[in-house]
């Protein structure tokens, strides 16, 4: 099948599920136009629409799934082609997307400054008044997950509970050691990707239209892959254009593009090794009971 037909067919042949197609297709087209302009014109990007448009796409796109498949099982194994081959994909998987590409349209505005300036800390109301900071950007800095219980969560660990029937004998082993490398990363990326970028914009240490915030903005822009495009990588393997194991690979190759975004951006962690440690100390209280990470999260906060 060609590359046009198959786009037809994936978007346009179906009566069915037509707005999450639509958006969806809205969204892939914005993802390369950005990557693109990202990579040829940097200030172009930052000047674009693409900084609050593509994650807002993302965001409307996880909603409207959320609204579309709710057929599906409401399991806590996640079902998404870099853990399982054979797994149906998780209602709870579908929901909880809409968490994280709400995660990522903040700090996507709150990076740039301009936005960070005219939306962010302009409708603060008292709080911004007092101190220039509004409660929206406390909330989505320090104290995003304390409402993360207002979504399902899938588990990683139920994934690997229940091996023998969402993995081949075939892809087992490579299915296994996605799910850890998978589940590793998500514990990286929830201090590091999220708060860790946070603090750097909160304390002011990024420099608007340096190369610090370039960095910063490919990581966001690779997490609109890992937030949306992922989802549809599992369309791609579900409808049988893409096998298991390059599902898999599509997926994972994340990881060593994180690693390499980092890499780079090593002086920021090293140069900031207060704020590191606290995100170091953070990633190993999570994992503690969830009322313990909730009151560290509360004295960083205060320290801040």
């Not at 970028?197 to 240490?205: A, D, E, M, P, S």
Request: proline share 4%.
């Amino acid at each position: 099948m060609g590359f046009v037909s198959a786009v037809y067919h994936l978007f346009f042949a179906s009566q069915k599920f037509r707005s999450h197609r639509l958006v969806g297709l809205c969204f892939l087209i914005q993802y390369a136009a950005a990557v693109y302009l990202y990579m040829a014109d940097y200030d172009r990007y930052l000047d674009s629409p693409f900084v609050w448009s593509l994650p807002l796409n993302g965001l409307i796109q996880s909603i409207v799934a959320a609204c579309t498949f709710t057929f599906l099982p409401k399991k806590e194994d996640p079902g998404f082609a870099a853990l399982s081959d054979k797994s149906v994909l998780s209602y709870f998987t579908v929901v909880e997307n809409s968490f994280y590409a709400m995660q990522l349209l903040f700090t996507t505005v709150y990076l740039h400054q301009g936005y960070r300036v005219s939306i962010v800390r302009r409708f603060g109301g008292p709080l911004s008044v007092l101190c220039g900071r509004s409660v929206a950007e406390y909330f989505f800095v320090f104290f995003i997950f304390y409402v993360r219980t207002l979504w399902p969560v899938s588990r990683m660990r139920a994934s690997l509970a229940n091996s023998a029937k969402n993995k081949s004998d075939k892809n087992a082993m490579m299915m296994t050691v996605s799910t850890y490398a998978v589940k590793v990363f998500y514990l990286f990326a929830k201090h590091f990707v999220g708060f860790f970028v946070n603090y750097l914009i909160f304390l002011g240490r990024v420099e608007h239209r340096g190369r610090d915030q370039m960095l910063l903005y490919g990581i966001q822009l690779l997490s609109g892959y890992a937030a949306t495009v992922s989802i549809f990588i599992h369309t791609l393997k579900f409808k049988g254009y893409i096998g298991p194991l390059t599902a898999m690979v599509a997926y994972d190759i994340i990881i060593p593009g994180y690693a390499y975004l980092f890499w780079n951006a090593g002086h920021l962690i090293t140069g900031n090794p207060q704020l590191a440690i606290l995100c170091l100390i953070a990633l190993f209280v999570n994992l503690l009971p969830k009322p313990t990470w909730h009151c560290y999260q509360l004295l960083v906060a205060v320290a801040l």
